[in-house]
């Protein structure tokens, strides 16, 4: 762990070294010699352009000296830190971890082969994707098409907001896994939350192999001719082509243009994943996790990539398999609040044994 720390240590000096290499090196190449009274002798002098870059130097300067002397004050806090980590990593058995990574693992393999694994089983053939049943089961609900209300109210803060939430989609479930880790008090709820997680996301493709639904924004701009071949739809980053076309970029489209599963409405993964944390220790209280669930909720029926039957169908989903993990079998059960066999056994035993020496002092 020394070792380590020395390591940590020497590397955050090599950046700091390294970037005042580099803006020393850009000053040269811009035609300014460092030394302020040399540069001031220099034709054609852009005093402007000098003072920018030897402000920036002096910036990179005092963040090298601030890392140093963050690191020297709380050195042994950041060992004990690192010690403490390092620790926990070495007790980490590979068995359970993997027994709890397993789920989510197979769901990663079929959603990144879908189209092999409809093809293979021959499902692209019998199961053709359903463009209605989830539009007519919202109305019948609703008596009314809730994402067609939202997006009717379509205006860049809006876009914006529902654009942050998506984006933090994709890495959450991997953030939300190392706090898990990092924080002491959170670890024994890692294999739980991976177990539910797993369970979750390939309960969910599996549903999107076999029953696979258009999202509102196919099913509201499509054009299909008598032939069931498309002859027009929206592009598939839905809402977001406006924040595309104002930021003057193609990230969404990227995205979901690249995307394999482009029939899985239902159920909703984009409001799965937070509920998913809910049920699990969330990590800011249990208020912001619901608050995130509802902004997920509203920004993927707003962006028209999900019905609301989606979002709802998402948060069942977890619902069901937490229920499952707890009522039914876990193989983490001290994780999710059940009682392992092992303690059962152990406390019944020691209740008996208990039983029998004041029976026998009696």
């Given at each position: 762990?020394?070792?380590?720390?020395?390591l940590?240590?020497?590397?955050?000096?090599?950046l700091?070294?390294?970037?005042?290499?580099?803006?020393?090196?850009?000053?040269?190449?811009?035609?300014?010699?460092w030394?302020?009274?040399?540069?001031?002798?220099?034709?054609g002098?852009?005093?402007?352009?000098?003072?920018?870059?030897?402000?920036?130097?002096q910036?990179?300067e005092?963040?090298?000296?601030?890392?140093?002397?963050?690191?020297?004050?709380?050195?042994?806090?950041?060992?004990?830190?690192?010690?403490?980590?390092?620790?926990?990593?070495?007790?980490?058995q590979?068995?359970?971890?993997?027994?709890?990574l397993?789920?989510?693992?197979?769901?990663?393999?079929?959603?990144?082969?879908?189209?092999?694994?409809?093809?293979?089983?021959?499902?692209?053939?019998?199961?053709?994707p359903?463009?209605?049943?989830?539009?007519?089961?919202?109305?019948?609900?609703?008596?009314?098409?809730?994402?067609?209300?939202?997006?009717?109210?379509?205006?860049?803060?809006?876009?914006?907001?529902?654009a942050?939430?998506?984006?933090?989609?994709f890495?959450?479930?991997?953030?939300?896994?190392?706090?898990?880790?990092?924080?002491?008090?959170?670890?024994?709820?890692?294999?739980?939350?991976?177990?539910?997680?797993?369970?979750?996301?390939?309960?969910?493709?599996?549903?999107?192999?076999?029953?696979?639904?258009?999202?509102?924004?196919?099913?509201?701009?499509?054009?299909?001719?008598?032939?069931?071949?498309?002859?027009?739809?929206?592009?598939?980053?839905?809402?977001?082509?406006?924040?595309?076309?104002m930021?003057?970029n193609?990230?969404?489209?990227?995205?979901?243009?690249t995307?394999?599963?482009?029939?899985?409405?239902?159920?909703?993964?984009?409001?799965?994943?937070?509920?998913?944390i809910?049920?699990?220790?969330?990590?800011?209280g249990?208020?912001?996790?619901?608050?995130h669930v509802?902004w997920?909720?509203?920004?993927a029926?707003?962006?028209?990539?999900?019905?609301?039957?989606?979002?709802?169908?998402?948060?069942?989903?977890?619902?069901?398999?937490?229920?499952?993990?707890?009522?039914?079998?876990?193989?983490?059960?001290?994780?999710?609040?059940?009682?392992?066999?092992?303690s059962?056994?152990?406390?019944?035993?020691?209740?008996?044994?208990?039983?029998l020496?004041?029976?026998?002092?009696?």
């Amino acid at each position: 762990m020394v070792l380590l720390g020395d390591l940590a240590f020497r590397m955050i000096k090599k950046l700091s070294r390294g970037a005042v290499h580099v803006v020393r090196k850009e000053a040269s190449f811009l035609g300014s010699y460092w030394e302020p009274t040399t540069r001031m002798k220099k034709p054609g002098f852009n005093q402007e352009k000098n003072t920018l870059i030897l402000s920036w130097h002096q910036f990179v300067e005092s963040l090298y000296s601030a890392c140093l002397a963050y690191y020297e004050a709380r050195q042994i806090l950041i060992m004990n830190h690192l010690q403490t980590l390092w620790s926990y990593l070495r007790q980490v058995q590979l068995r359970k971890f993997i027994i709890a990574l397993l789920p989510f693992l197979t769901y990663l393999l079929i959603f990144t082969c879908y189209k092999q694994f409809r093809h293979t089983l021959g499902l692209d053939k019998v199961l053709t994707p359903n463009l209605e049943i989830l539009s007519r089961l919202e109305y019948n609900l609703f008596f009314c098409h809730p994402h067609r209300i939202l997006s009717a109210l379509a205006n860049p803060v809006f876009d914006l907001l529902a654009a942050v939430v998506y984006l933090i989609h994709f890495p959450l479930p991997f953030l939300f896994g190392a706090y898990l880790t990092i924080v002491p008090t959170k670890r024994p709820k890692l294999y739980s939350y991976m177990w539910c997680a797993g369970w979750v996301n390939l309960t969910a493709v599996l549903i999107q192999s076999f029953f696979p639904t258009s999202p509102p924004w196919f099913t509201d701009s499509a054009i299909i001719d008598g032939h069931g071949t498309v002859i027009y739809e929206h592009p598939s980053e839905a809402g977001f082509f406006r924040l595309d076309r104002m930021l003057g970029n193609t990230l969404f489209h990227n995205i979901y243009s690249t995307s394999p599963l482009k029939f899985g409405a239902f159920p909703s993964l984009h409001v799965a994943w937070p509920m998913v944390i809910l049920v699990n220790h969330p990590w800011f209280g249990y208020k912001v996790a619901v608050g995130h669930v509802v902004w997920i909720a509203l920004a993927a029926v707003y962006s028209t990539h999900h019905y609301l039957v989606d979002a709802i169908g998402g948060i069942l989903l977890v619902l069901l398999v937490k229920f499952c993990m707890l009522r039914v079998w876990s193989p983490f059960p001290d994780a999710v609040g059940g009682v392992s066999p092992v303690s059962v056994s152990n406390e019944s035993n020691n209740r008996n044994s208990s039983v029998l020496f004041n029976s026998d002092i009696v």
